[in-house]
Every structure is written in C-alpha cells, then in structure tokens.
T-cell receptor
C-alpha cells in the first residue's frame, strides 16, 4: 500500500518567518496532492492542493511544490501568523481514497 | 450549502454497547469516506462508499464494524460490541467524484468507550 511520510513532525517558528513541511510518498500512481490543516477539536480543512500536471501552485501566503520524479511535495507558508498554528497533513491520493501522513504540528510564536 | 454534517459530536458508550455514527454529505456529493483518528495521530482510512455501494473497505476492521450509505438518508458507521480501543475521533468526508478532487470533512464524532 501507499507509504506517506511527513517531515518534520513538529515545527516551531517566530511570527513572520517561513515554514516548510515536506511529504514523501511511495505510490507512483498518486496524482492528487492536497494539504489539510486541522485545528484542535475540528475536522481537517483543505488549504491547498495540486495535481500531477502542475509543478507549483500559490495562494497568497501558501504554496505547494511537487516533484513527481522524486515523489515528494512540500507546503510553504510565508509570513507566518499565530493563527497558522495547527497540525498540517499531507494526503496524496488518486483513485478512491486519500492516504494521510502522520501530521506536522506547527507552532507560530508571537 | 451546508458542509458535511456529522452527529453526534460526542458519543459515550459502555463496553459491549453499539455505537452508530451518522454522516450527511454535502449537497450534490455522492461519495463518502470514513476515517478514524487516534489522539496525536493522523487519519486512517476505513471505508469508501457511494450510494448503496461499498467501493473500498480495505481499512475496516474485519469484525464489529460496518458501514452503509443508503439511497435515502445519511451514511452510517456502526460499531458493535464496542471496546476501549474503539475510542477515537471518527471523521466523515464527501466529494463530488472519486478522482483528483477535494474531499470535504465534517467536524467528527468523538467516541469514548467507558
């Protein structure tokens, strides 16, 4: 089955700094690459996604880059704010289901 | 357009009882997924259903767990004879199609077995 790994597992930054989270996957058939944000007591919320025919996508302070050859994609958050503090999950997939990574706990300190 | 609705939000059951978790997908969505999340862990896929069909149940435990998505009404995840290890947050997601598309999650049902 699909093996998904996220790094780092925890990340602590100062407000205004950038944060980068990397996700590696094993299934070469994966062609959809989303990132979800989960706040305490809530369900995961999609923040950005990319499909396999695109190398990079940006939405304001958030960007995702994909290297399909190396089977990894990364989440980039610039100008971090305290409200960015949450757990972030990558969930590469294709047909039928998303396989979630173990998550990265991001703490943004004022 | 209401999001994915799950109920109850919190459910307490004694060992040996049955737990029924409900999920109403977003309007127009015919694909439903159930995930389980243990504390401090990621979401583990359980089952994928379309209306009246189970498409992929590779993540479902072999015993005591079942899921359905009838033609009318919400999807139901049923856990019979619950044990303490079933305590977790159960999330439902829905999507409009099965390929390369956003899955919208509900707020989850937190099951506690005492």
């Amino acid at each position: 089955g699909e093996n998904v790994e996220q790094h780092p597992s925890t990340l602590s930054v100062q407000e205004g700094d950038s944060a980068v989270i990397k996700c590696t996957y094993s299934d070469s058939a994966s062609n959809y690459f989303p990132w979800y944000k989960q706040e305490l007591g809530k369900g995961p919320q999609l923040i950005i996604d990319i499909r396999s025919n695109v190398g990079e996508k940006k939405d304001q302070r958030i960007a995702v880059t994909l290297n399909k050859t190396a089977k990894h994609f990364s989440l980039h958050i610039t100008e971090t704010q305290p409200e960015d503090s949450a757990v972030y999950f990558c969930a590469p997939g294709g047909y039928n289901k998303l396989i979630f990574g173990a998550g990265t706990r991001l703490a943004v300190h004022p | 357009n209401a999001g994915v609705m799950q109920n109850p939000r919190h459910l307490v059951r004694r060992r040996g009882q049955e737990a029924r978790l409900r999920c109403s997908p977003m309007k127009g969505h015919s694909h439903v997924y159930w995930y389980r999340q243990l504390p401090e862990e990621g979401l583990k896929f359980m089952v994928y259903l379309q209306k009246e069909n189970i498409i992929d149940e590779s993540g479902m435990p072999k015993e005591r767990f079942s899921a359905e998505f009838p033609k009318e009404g919400p999807s139901i995840l049923r856990i019979q004879q619950v044990v303490r290890g079933d305590s977790a947050a159960y999330f439902c997601a829905s999507s409009v199609q099965d390929r390369n598309t956003e899955a919208f999650f509900g707020q989850g049902t937190r099951l506690t077995v005492v």
